[in-house]
């Protein structure tokens, strides 16, 4: 068994191209994750904004974008709408990621919006607080608690999400594991492999939301005294 782990994991470099193919999955993830939850704050603020055009297109837009499969999604991008650009196949990744991420980021923080007693935010303007600062210091503490459990699972759901880019040419950890499947004659044991690199991105992402509640915690014991 030693051997036949050797020769899959190491043997001639590979654990150099597996290293490779997981940064690539990384990089897709982190980037599509930044620009995601920055368009789908956008989104969310269009959705909820009382100018019907805005909200409309916002409303459209997730339903198009949730109920698109990610694979399908990639693929327009990659051979329709991208197809006579320069674009890198990495960046039209990070843009189909983004914008699907986006789509789910804005609802839940439309729905972490929803949950906050507005009474709050009203009590708070009434001792002087502008508009900003109220939401600043007594809503949106508030929505980053209720959207964080959903949040945490939709970054965990997009490391998966992006296994799906070996189809469009990237060699990403999927594709590496694959490979060396399909070199070693040894699909098991390397798919099996691959599996225990995605369970460790995603225990890393459990690891740091635990950390931040953890922190958070230890902040309101002393604020206590």
């Known amino acids: 068994m030693t051997e036949i782990l050797y020769t ?14 997981l940064w690539v999955t990384v990089q897709i993830s982190a980037l599509s994750l930044l620009f995601g939850t920055l368009l789908g704050a956008l989104i969310c603020y269009l959705r909820v904004s009382n100018f019907k055009p805005a909200s409309l ?7 198009i974008i949730r109920g698109s499969p990610v694979l399908m999604l ?15 196949p990495l960046s039209i990744a990070v843009i189909t990621f983004s914008m699907h991420t986006a789509a789910y980021v804005a609802e839940l923080l439309r729905s972490a ?4 007693d507005l009474g709050q935010v009203e009590a708070a303007r009434t001792l002087g607080f502008s508009k900003v600062q109220a939401f600043r210091l007594v809503a949106l503490p508030q929505i980053v608690r209720i959207a964080k459990p959903v949040y945490q ?11 799906v880019v070996s189809y469009v040419s990237i060699t990403d950890l999927t594709r590496v594991i694959n490979n060396t499947a399909a070199r070693t004659m040894q699909p098991m044991i390397t798919i099996i492999g691959g599996m225990i690199l995605y369970l460790a ?3 890393i992402v459990n690891g ?13 014991e ?4």
Do not use: C, H
């Open 153 to 163: 699972s939709t970054i965990i759901n997009l490391i998966q999400w992006t296994s």
């Open 57 to 63: 297109f916002a409303k459209v837009y997730i339903a």
């Open 208 to 220: 740091i939301f635990a950390w931040l509640d953890k922190r958070e915690l230890q902040k309101r």
């Open 201 to 203: 991105l995603a225990y």
């Open 222 to 225: 002393e604020s206590k005294f």
């Open 8 to 21: 899959i994991f190491v043997k001639d470099g590979a654990w150099l191209t597996i290293l490779k193919g």
């Open 74 to 88: 990639l693929m327009l991008m990659f051979y329709g709408v991208f197809a006579r650009t320069d674009l890198p």
């Open 113 to 116: 919006l929803m949950s906050v």
